[in-house]
């Protein structure tokens, strides 16, 4: 018979062994964000709602259809966070750090979605953004240090996909000449944009229907309306690029999601997996993002990971391995009285990863529950005294004195 409650559809639980792939993973990020001079932000999980409205645009199908929000009980319209730039901007607002601000952060979304293999209501994402800088090294910097992280794992099966979105100066012209050339092509697209298409044309090539792809397959791009900035910009990026040893493949159809988006803008693209986890991550430039949440005019760049897809990449690839936590010791005890409670307390505050058995189970139960742990050693406290020994050791075991027990368990580990 199944509990009577269980995770919301979208949703899921990690135990152990496999949470410990998601805390290796944060670690080994926070690690390479730490070298690049990027610091921790933790941001909260709720926001006011236009903090995403005015950024993603209100009708985007993020704001529209996918986002979680609410009037809570002082009357605020409150929404769950799905994505992670606009709130590390509105504290930049908010706190007006020195620039450049250079952040990361790993932390839940939410997006109203339908779940799928890949693509949850509730995700987990690590991300960086850097604002208060224009300068296309910036931009090289971020992309590299994703597809650092990539490689750190184990993932050799990706591409990098580069494209630019322009900038307010060139974007006008563009949208007008997109707009032309989907106004004699409307009835080919799909039933969704075929009626809302001209809200944001841009969005109408990140559909992934075939009506939309094979209608806008000769359509005008962007990389040939540049203005002289935004041309300059993006080739001092293919260049650092070029410089820093990062393959990248030009995408002229790659859009992102929000409005917010200029110039720059990057995805990470698996070989080795498809449909709804298509993308390990992306990110691009942001350069009015602070601006529409009431601060100066200050560029931006950054992106969004998503864990549960970089993990069925590295399933994919055969690479991170769920591994258990290693344990140094493991304290048996024989005799069921309080001295096993003081010796993993001794143990632990001299740095011993350490564990036990409780209930006063059997030797046997004990023993089992030893071997299970995988620690090194362990410390049997017995009538006679205690042993030290590895749990596949034959013969007599080595009795330590009580006094001498934790330095001598240190010296064997050491050995």
């Not at 995700?123 to 910036?138: F, K, L, R, W, Y």
């Not at 005799?335 to 036990?356: F, I, K």
Request: proline share 6%; aromatic share 8%.
């Amino acid at each position: 018979m199944a509990p009577e409650f269980q995770t919301q559809p979208g949703t899921f639980d990690v135990l152990p062994p496999d949470s410990q792939r998601y805390s290796a993973l944060v670690a080994t990020f926070a690690d390479l964000a730490g070298r690049a001079g990027f610091g921790l932000v933790v941001s909260p999980m709720i926001e006011d709602i236009k903090v995403f409205s005015r950024g993603a645009g209100a009708e985007s199908d993020i704001v529209s259809k996918e986002m979680y929000d609410f009037e809570d009980k002082g009357g605020r319209h409150i929404a769950l966070r799905p994505e992670g730039t606009a709130s590390v901007a509105r504290a930049f607002v908010q706190h007006r750090p020195p620039t450049p601000f250079k952040a990361w952060y790993a932390a839940p979304n939410f997006r109203y979605d339908r779940p799928q293999k890949g693509r949850h209501r509730q995700h987990h994402q690590i991300g960086v953004e850097a604002i208060g800088t224009a300068d296309p090294a910036i931009d090289v910097e971020v992309i590299t240090l994703a597809v650092e992280l990539y490689q750190a794992v184990g993932l050799q099966q990706f591409t990098v996909l580069l494209n630019t979105m322009g900038d307010p100066t060139c974007r006008p012209a563009y949208r007008a000449a997109l707009l032309t050339f989907l106004d004699e092509r409307a009835g080919e697209l799909c039933d969704e944009h075929a009626t809302h298409y001209r809200a944001n044309p841009l969005r109408v090539f990140d559909c992934k229907r075939e009506a939309c792809s094979r209608a806008t397959e000769h359509a005008p791009r962007q990389a040939d309306h540049l203005c002289e900035a935004c041309a300059a910009h993006f080739s001092a990026v293919k260049a650092g690029l070029d410089a820093v040893g990062v393959a990248y493949v030009l995408d002229t159809r790659l859009v992102r999601g929000f409005d917010y988006y200029s110039r720059t803008t990057f995805e990470f693209a698996p070989t080795t997996i498809g449909g709804a986890q298509s993308a390990l991550g992306g990110g691009g430039r942001y350069d009015g993002l602070v601006e529409l949440l009431g601060g100066p005019p200050t560029p931006g760049i950054g992106f969004g990971l998503g864990i549960e897809r970089i993990l069925l990449a590295c399933d994919a690839e055969g690479t991170f391995p769920v591994t258990r936590p290693a344990l140094d010791t493991f304290v048996i005890d024989t005799m069921g009285g309080g001295e096993a409670l003081t010796l993993v307390a001794e143990l632990r505050r001299a740095g011993v990863r350490t564990d036990r058995a409780y209930d006063n189970r059997s030797w046997n139960a004990q023993l089992k529950a030893a071997l299970r742990s995988g620690a090194r050693l362990a410390v049997v406290i017995e009538e006679r005294g205690m042993s030290v020994r590895t749990l596949q050791e034959k013969g007599e075991p080595e009795m330590v004195d009580r006094a001498t027990v934790v330095e001598h368990v240190r010296k064997r580990l050491h050995a």
